[in-house]
């Protein structure tokens, strides 16, 4: 039988109130991800929109096992032909344990879904060439760079950043632009300004509530988890990025926009602004 079956667990569910335990509930599955996916196939095959994966990135640290039995017959054949079992390098291995389980994915991703996976470069050019065999290489959309860390190492090429590699089911068939027309974080701070300036009066007490809710939520608001301090024209930050200049403050030309000429600088130099929600 190629497919798993999902049982539900009745002690481990949160059915809605009066409802019963069902697979039509969001679902946390318990087990293999290649069996649960086999599960997935009959209710979802063609159906997601988005999937996000993070595989082994195979730093040779990891403690993953790889599952000598192979059924797919193309990877039959490279093994067999291309390289021997017994030879096989960690790359080798990590392809093998990588390739049924994309396989699976294709077949669950809707054609006009997405999926993305995390990885860095230690398998990132392995990862993009089984990705364009098996979605396609007219289908990659980009590869995120991200950092992800600050490496202070003084050898060699201090490496601070991963990948998150893009691919779709049919390009054709994806919106030709990614952007959202509003933003939530930014709404949800609004709102609570709004709500705090009507409850608090005095600015120490609205800031002392403001602070509090802040930082019980902050891990929520990037990327506007700087906006920090409140008045009584709304929420707002303080100077971003930039290093101490000194006592004789930020000293640069600004050219005035109709003159074209430099403008007189401040005896103690430029400040910076705070940026405000509105």
Not at 79 to 96: A, N, Q, T, Y
Not at 214 to 231: A, G, K, M, T, V
Request: proline share 6%; net charge neutral.
């Amino acid at each position: 039988m190629p497919f798993r079956e999902l049982i539900v667990d009745p002690k481990k569910s949160m059915p809605a109130k009066g409802q019963r335990p069902s697979l039509d509930d969001n679902l946390v599955i318990h087990g293999d991800n290649l069996e649960a996916l086999k599960a997935l196939l009959p209710r979802y095959a063609g159906k997601v929109d988005v999937i996000y994966i993070d595989p082994p990135y195979n730093t040779g640290s990891e403690d993953w096992a790889y599952n000598d039995n192979v059924n797919s017959p193309l990877m039959k054949e490279w093994l067999g032909k291309v390289v021997d079992r017994d030879d096989m390098e960690r790359h080798d291995k990590w392809l093998c344990m990588m390739w049924p389980r994309l396989q699976l994915l294709k077949e669950l991703l809707a054609r006009s879904g997405v999926i993305f996976v995390s990885i860095d470069d230690n398998e990132l050019y392995d990862l993009r060439c089984v990705m364009d065999e098996i979605f396609g290489d007219a289908n990659w959309i980009g590869t995120i760079v991200w950092k992800n860390v600050t490496d202070n190492n003084p050898t060699n090429i201090s490496i601070e950043h991963e990948y998150i590699v893009c691919y779709a089911g049919e390009k054709a068939r994806i919106a030709k632009e990614w952007k959202s027309p509003i933003s939530d974080v930014k709404n949800v701070l609004v709102d609570i300004g709004t709500q705090l300036n009507k409850k608090y009066k005095d600015i120490a007490n609205l800031q002392q509530a403001y602070g509090a809710w802040f930082r019980e939520n902050r891990s929520q608001l990037w990327p506007l988890d700087r906006y920090r301090y409140i008045d009584k024209e709304g929420v707002y930050t303080g100077s971003q990025s930039v290093h101490n200049p000194g006592r004789e403050g930020y000293r640069y030309d600004v050219y005035h926009p109709k003159t074209k000429k430099p403008c007189k600088q401040p005896l103690m130099g430029w400040l910076m602004c705070m940026p405000r929600l509105h």
